[in-house]
C-alpha cells in the first residue's frame, strides 16, 4: 500500500462517455470521496496512476474505438489497488479474467451499491 | 453456304457431270461413227473405181468385137494393151458361136494350134477337162487376155458349164449383159479364185455370133476395200439373183446405208444384180479407252468437284461453329459482373474477362504470366498476398477455395471481393489451369457490418442513455430552485438527446452531418430571430454528433434566456471550418451573438455551462473557449478531426480482416 496523504481516499474515475463520467464523478463527490480525472481513454488513465497515487479505481470496460481498459486494470493490479468493473454487457474478456473477487457494477450504475463498493474499498482511516 | 444449299450444289455438279459425261461419250461416238462412215465411203470408191473401170474396159471389148466381128486372138491383145492394165479385171476372153456343122473343124484347128489337145471342152464334175458333148452350138473360148498368170482357157466350151450355163444363155436370149453368181475361176491353178464373169453378147443384124467375158476378182475387191483404212475389219460383196425383168437393166446410182454405228451397206446395180458391199469395222481399242478415259475424266472432274465442295462447306461450317461457340463462351465471361481470371497450377495469369480488365485497367497482355496475388487489382494489401497465395496451393492440389480479398486502395475507397479459386482438371484427372473468379461484395459487407454495429451501437446507446438521463435528473435538480426551470432543463436536454438520436439513426449510427445537427438543434430557437449558419456539410462521427448536439442546445438555451435570442434586434452567427489540410487538422467552430442586451459574467457556473465544456473536451481532445464579452457571448470551439472523423463499414471490416491476418 502507497503512503497516502491524509484527507478522503482518491477514486480514479475511467470513463469513455462524458455524461456517464460527470454523474459518476457527482455521485462519488457527494458521497464524499476525491476524484482522479475522469479519464476517458487508458493513455490518461494510466498518467493519472502514475502521478496520483489512487485509492480505488472505477473502471468502465469498454472505452470505445475497440479498447478496454485491460492496461488500466493490470496497472492498478500491480501497484496493489482495488477497483470496481462497470459493464454495459457480459462478453468481454476483462469481465471473464477479472470475474472473480472483483466487485461489478451493471449499467446503468446503483448509485447506492456503488457507495457501498467504495467504502468497502478504501482504506479503514478514510471512509 | 448452308448444308442444304452446298447439298443441293452438289447435286447440281453430280447431274451436269453425268450429262456432261454422257454427252462427252455421246460426242465422241458420234465423230467415231462419222469417221467410219467417211472412211467406208472411201473404201466404196476404191471398189467403184476398180469395178466401173473393169466393166468399161468388158464393153469397149465388147464394141471392139461388133466393131471386127471376124478379128483374131492378136486383134484383142493389141486392143487391150492400147487401153493399158487394168487392175481389178482378172482376164478378157471371147467365146466364138460354133454351130455343131463346124465342131470337127473347131476341133482339129484347136488341136493343130496346140490350143486345146481335145479340142471343144468343158469342166466335170471332179473339176477334170473333158471334151464338150454334143449339143446345137458351142461358145468355145478362141481369144482370151489375162492380166494375171493363169491356166490356158482356149477350146472352154462356157455353155457347156452347168454354173455359167444360165448367165450365158439369158446373154445369148436377151442380147444384154449378164453376169454369173460369185464362183471359183475355171482357169484358177492351185489356189481356188474367186471372182463373178461378166458377160456381153456380141450381136451383128440381130444375130450373136459370140460372147466377151470378163472376170472380176472379188477377193481383189475386198482387199482394194480394206486397204483404204485400218478402221475396216470386214467388207463382204453379196451378189443377188439374176433378175432381166421388164427389159433392159438399169445401173441405178449407188444407195449407200451408212445409218447403223461401224456398219455401211452399199448397193449397185450391175448388169441385172443387186451388189451388196458390206463394210463394217469398230474405232480400235486405244480410240475406245480415249472416248471412255474422256468419260471418266469429266465424271471424276465433277464428282471430285461436288465432293470438295461438300468437304469445304462442312469444313467450313465446322469451324464457324467450332468458332462461334468460342466467341459465345468469350461473351459469356465478358457479360459476367464477377471477375474472371484463368491462371496455371502456378497462379500465373493466362487470361481475363472484360470485368477483370476494366477493374486493373489493363488489356490482357498487361496481365499475362503475372501471378495473381500480384495484379495490381490487390497486390497493396500484404495479408492478401499469403491468402492467395495458400489459396492457389490448395486449388492447384485439387481443392476449392473460398477467400474474402480486400482491393488495393483507390480514390473510390477499398473493395471487398469474395474470392473462389477452383481447380479445372481435364479429362485424365490432371489439373490444367485454376479459375479465380471476384465478385464485388462491397455492399453486402459494408451492409452486414452496418447492421453489426447498429445493434450494438443501440445496445451500447441505450444502457448508457439511461446512465445519462440519471446523471442528468440528479444534476439539474442540483441546480434548480423550482420545479418548473427543473422540468423545462430536464425536457430540453433529453430532447436534444433523443433528437441527436434520431439524426444518427438516420444515418445508421455511421455518423452525421454537422450542419444538420446544428440546424436541427437551432430549430427551437429561431422564432423571427436573425441566425446565420455559414458553415458546409461535413460527416462527423456520432459522438462528435452527439457533442455538438449538446453544445449547441447548452448555447442556444443560454442565449434565449440571458444572450441575444431574447430580444427581437438579436442576432446569432455559426460558422465553421477546418484550420488547414494536414492530416492533423482541426475543425474550429465559431458561435458569435450581436446585438443582444450587454451581457455579464454569471457569478456562477452552471451544470449547461459544464455540460458544453465536458461535451468537447471528454474524450473528443476539443478545446471550448466561452467569452461573456459585453457586445455578446462568443464561443470557440476546437477539435481534432481525427476524433471525430467518421467511420465507414468497409473501414470497420477493413480492421477487422487486418485483426484476422494477424491471428
Not at chain 1, 455521485?27 to 481513454?41: E, Q, T
Not at chain 2, 461378166?198 to 450381136?203: L, S
Not at chain 2, 455401211?264 to 458390206?278: F, P
Not at chain 2, 461438300?310 to 469451324?319: D, E, F, L, Q, S
Amino acid at each position: 500500500m502507497t503512503v497516502s496523504s491524509p484527507g478522503p481516499a482518491r477514486v480514479l474515475i475511467v470513463e469513455d462517455e462524458f455524461m456517464i463520467a460527470m454523474e459518476i464523478e457527482s455521485v462519488v463527490l457527494d458521497a464524499g470521496f476525491d476524484v482522479l480525472g475522469p479519464a476517458a481513454d487508458v493513455e490518461s488513465a494510466l498518467a493519472l496512476i502514475d502521478a496520483n497515487s489512487p485509492d480505488i479505481g472505477l473502471l468502465d470496460v469498454n472505452l470505445g474505438h475497440g479498447t478496454t481498459s485491460t492496461p488500466v486494470a493490470e496497472r492498478l493490479t500491480e501497484v496493489g489497488v482495488p477497483f470496481i468493473l462497470c459493464t454495459g454487457y457480459q462478453t468481454a474478456d476483462l469481465v471473464q479474467s477479472y470475474g472473480e473477487g472483483i466487485p461489478m457494477l451493471q449499467k446503468p450504475v446503483d448509485t447506492v451499491k456503488l457507495v457501498e463498493f467504495l467504502r468497502t474499498l478504501a482504506p479503514a482511516s478514510r471512509r | 453456304m448452308t448444308a442444304t444449299q452446298s447439298r443441293l450444289a452438289a447435286l447440281v455438279i453430280v447431274a451436269i457431270t453425268v450429262a456432261a459425261a454422257a454427252f462427252a461419250y455421246m460426242s465422241w461416238r458420234k465423230s467415231q461413227v462419222e469417221a467410219f462412215s467417211a472412211t467406208a465411203r472411201a473404201a466404196l470408191a476404191n471398189v467403184d473405181l476398180v469395178l466401173d473401170r473393169a466393166l468399161l474396159t468388158v464393153r469397149a471389148v465388147q464394141g471392139y468385137y461388133i466393131a471386127n466381128p471376124g478379128a483374131k486372138e492378136d486383134g484383142l491383145v493389141s486392143f487391150v494393151e492400147g487401153m493399158g492394165p487394168v487392175s481389178g479385171l482378172r482376164a478378157l476372153a471371147f467365146y466364138r458361136r460354133v454351130p455343131d456343122a463346124e465342131r470337127a473343124s473347131t476341133d482339129a484347128e484347136l488341136i493343130r494350134t496346140g490350143r486345146s489337145s481335145i479340142g471343144i471342152w468343158t469342166l466335170s464334175d471332179d473339176r477334170k477337162r473333158i471334151p464338150a458333148a454334143t449339143a446345137g452350138f458351142y461358145y468355145p473360148a478362141t481369144a482370151t487376155y489375162f492380166f494375171e498368170g493363169a491356166a490356158s482357157a482356149y477350146g472352154f466350151d462356157i455353155l457347156s458349164h452347168p454354173e455359167r450355163r444360165f448367165a450365158v444363155n439369158m446373154a445369148i436370149q436377151t442380147h444384154l449383159g449378164t453376169s454369173t453368181d460369185v464362183l471359183t475361176f475355171a482357169t484358177s491353178g492351185a489356189e481356188p479364185v474367186r471372182g463373178v464373169i461378166f458377160y456381153k453378147p456380141v450381136v451383128i443384124a440381130g444375130e450373136v455370133i459370140g460372147l466377151v467375158s470378163g472376170s472380176i476378182d472379188v477377193d481383189r475387191l475386198i482387199q482394194t476395200a480394206k486397204a483404204a483404212s485400218p478402221d475396216i475389219h470386214e467388207v463382204d460383196i453379196e451378189i443377188g439373183p439374176l433378175e432381166l425383168r421388164g427389159g433392159a437393166p438399169v445401173d441405178t446410182p449407188n444407195i449407200t446405208d451408212d445409218s447403223k454405228p461401224f456398219y455401211v451397206i452399199d448397193e449397185q446395180n450391175h448388169s441385172g444384180r443387186v451388189w451388196q458391199i458390206l463394210v463394217s469395222g469398230t474405232p480400235d481399242i486405244l480410240d475406245y479407252a480415249r472416248g471412255y478415259g474422256l468419260m471418266t475424266l469429266v465424271l471424276l472432274a465433277g464428282l471430285g468437284a461436288a465432293a470438295a465442295l461438300i468437304g469445304y462447306t462442312t469444313a467450313a461450317r465446322r469451324g464457324r461453329e467450332l468458332q462461334s461457340a468460342e466467341t459465345r463462351l468469350r461473351r459469356t465471361l465478358d457479360g459476367l459482373v464477377p471477375l474472371v481470371f484463368m491462371t496455371d497450377p502456378g497462379g500465373q495469369v493466362m487470361g481475363a474477362n472484360r470485368a477483370a480488365l476494366e477493374s486493373i485497367g489493363s488489356d490482357e497482355t498487361g496481365i499475362t504470366g503475372k501471378p495473381i496475388d500480384r495484379l495490381p487489382l490487390w497486390e497493396d494489401e500484404p495479408s492478401n498476398r499469403d491468402a492467395l497465395h495458400v489459396a492457389i496451393a490448395r486449388a492447384a492440389a485439387g481443392e476449392e477455395r473460398r477467400l474474402d480479398v480486400l482491393s488495393s486502395e483507390t480514390e473510390l475507397g477499398q473493395t471487398v471481393y469474395d474470392v473462389a479459386v477452383r481447380p479445372v482438371a481435364t479429362e485424365n484427372g490432371r489439373i490444367s489451369h485454376l479459375v479465380v473468379s471476384a465478385l464485388d461484395v462491397s455492399e453486402r459487407v459494408e451492409a452486414a457490418e452496418t447492421e453489426r454495429l447498429l445493434m450494438r451501437e443501440l445496445d451500447h446507446r441505450m444502457k448508457n442513455t439511461l446512465q445519462v438521463v440519471q446523471g442528468v435528473v440528479r444534476r439539474t435538480a442540483h441546480s434548480h430552485e423550482t420545479v418548473d426551470s427543473f422540468e423545462n432543463a430536464l425536457l430540453g436536454r433529453i430532447t436534444t438527446m433523443a433528437r441527436a438520436h434520431d439524426l444518427l439513426a438516420r444515418e445508421r449510427w455511421l455518423g452525421a452531418d454537422l450542419r444538420t445537427v446544428v440546424l436541427q438543434e437551432l430549430q427551437p430557437f429561431e422564432q423571427g430571430h436573425s441566425i446565420t449558419v455559414t458553415g458546409s456539410p461535413i460527416r462527423i462521427n456520432p459522438k462528435g454528433a452527439l457533442a455538438f448536439a449538446l453544445a449547441i442546445h447548452e448555447l442556444g438555451t443560454n442565449a434565449i434566456k440571458y444572450g441575444a435570442l431574447s430580444v427581437p434586434d438579436g442576432r446569432l452567427a455559426i460558422d465553421w471550418s477546418f484550420d488547414s489540410d494536414d492530416d492533423d487538422r482541426r475543425l474550429v467552430f465559431h458561435w458569435h451573438e450581436t446585438n443582444g442586451p450587454k451581457v455579464t459574467v454569471p457569478e456562477r457556473r452552471g451544470f449547461g455551462s459544464l455540460l458544453l465544456e465536458r461535451s468537447i473536451t471528454y474524450d473528443l481532445d476539443g478545446k471550448t473557449d466561452l467569452e461573456f464579452a459585453y457586445e455578446g457571448v462568443t464561443c470557440r470551439i476546437e477539435i481534432p478531426w481525427g476524433r471525430i472523423r467518421p467511420m465507414t463499414a468497409s473501414t470497420h471490416f477493413r480492421e477487422r480482416l487486418a485483426e484476422g491476418a494477424k491471428a
